[in-house]
């Protein structure tokens, strides 16, 4: 095995932060500042907090010629971080500024993706009061905060006793957004903005929440908690269906703006029985988790790219997109 290239230049890897996401970022972060090292760049962790002026602080000390943005949820990315890092003129992997907070707005990225003409579920924003009172969408529905990551305060509302849960467990605000719920399994699928061809679908990963775990769906626990789901990759789906899915995650991505990476996540109905199936986007995340076993690296090594060429793609996509800026 050849030794790596050094002398790559300075990366922070901000990792951490304030939101319900901080143990998953803190892990990111970790794997991603080991997997630059073995890459040939100098790589540092800095720990975010709700303390701005020592995130500012420790970037200015450490003077990195790029930032690795590891966090996720709330300041991560809702395009808060990315303004401090555009303010001090640094180059960011991931999305800038508008495309991370209309992603992270479900009500702004369903208006932009219907714009688009991309299929996401019956919905709309209601007020917990309302919910309170009445089912604002016929049985079964989903409740999602507007504006938390990682499935984090989602709920899948079947009776009026799970609505009453619902609602005296909500601490996302006075309003939610409330979607018909579809029924079938949930598929990913990742894509790469890495080359002059624009962006790329990687593969259709299909998720699906171990049985025996107490998940009916992709939730936090799920996601992150040990023996909560397992991946198929490549999903074993209608190769039309397939094909779809990757179309339309490389759509999501044009159409809120995205850079670098992106993973968008869909619901896949092929609960009819005749071998294809309905595909309804969910969501588009623009920071996905990045452990060496997360959804998005465990497709880009399907498709031949190690986690540490992963980790470097995305610092060289930084560093163009910021030349391009300045000329």
């Known amino acids: 095995m050849s030794a790596p290239q050094q002398n790559k230049g300075r990366i922070t890897v901000l990792m951490g932060g304030a939101s319900a996401e901080r143990e998953v970022s ?6 991603v500042v080991a997997a630059l090292k073995e890459a040939g760049y100098d790589a540092q962790g800095l720990d975010v907090t709700r303390d701005l002026a020592a995130v500012v602080a420790g970037l200015t000390e450490q003077k990195p010629v790029a930032v690795f943005n590891a966090l996720h949820g709330r300041f991560g990315e809702d395009g808060a971080i990315q ?39 019956e919905g709309r924003v209601v007020a917990i009061s309302e919910l309170a009172e009445k089912d604002p969408l016929p049985l079964p529905y989903v409740v999602k905060p507007l504006d938390e990551g990682s499935s984090v305060g989602v709920s899948i509302v ?10 005296e467990e ?35 990963t299909d998720i699906t929440p171990n049985a025996g775990s107490g998940h009916d769906f992709y939730d936090y626990a ?26 339309l995650a490389v759509a999501a991505h044009k159409a809120l703006g995205c850079s670098g990476a992106s993973r968008s996540d869909f619901r896949y109905d092929d609960t009819s029985g005749d071998g294809h199936g309905k595909i309804v986007l969910l969501e588009v995340n623009t920071q996905p988790g990045m452990t060496p076993t997360s959804l998005l690296p465990e497709q880009a090594a399907y498709c031949g790219t190690s986690y540490s060429e992963l980790c470097d793609l995305l610092v060289q996509d930084a560093l163009r997109r910021a030349d391009a800026t300045r000329r």
């Open 222 to 247: 799920a996601k992150y908690g040990a023996g909560g789901s397992r991946h198929t990759l490549p999903a074993e789906i209608h190769p039309d269906d397939f094909a779809r899915a990757c179309e």
């Open 158 to 167: 079947r009776n009026t006793n799970q609505r009453a849960q619902v609602v």
């Open 170 to 204: 909500w601490r996302y605000g006075p309003v939610a957004l409330v979607e018909q719920y579809i029924p079938g399994r949930e598929i990913t699928v990742g894509v790469l903005d890495d080359g002059p061809d624009g962006p790329r679908a990687l593969t259709v």
């Open 26 to 31: 803190l892990s990111s972060g970790k794997g």
């Open 83 to 121: 303004g401090v890092l555009e303010w001090l003129d640094l180059p960011y992997t991931h999305s800038g500024l508008r495309a991370s907070a209309n992603a992270m707005d479900k009500e702004a990225s369903r208006q932009i993706f219907m714009t688009a003409g991309l299929p996401v579920a």
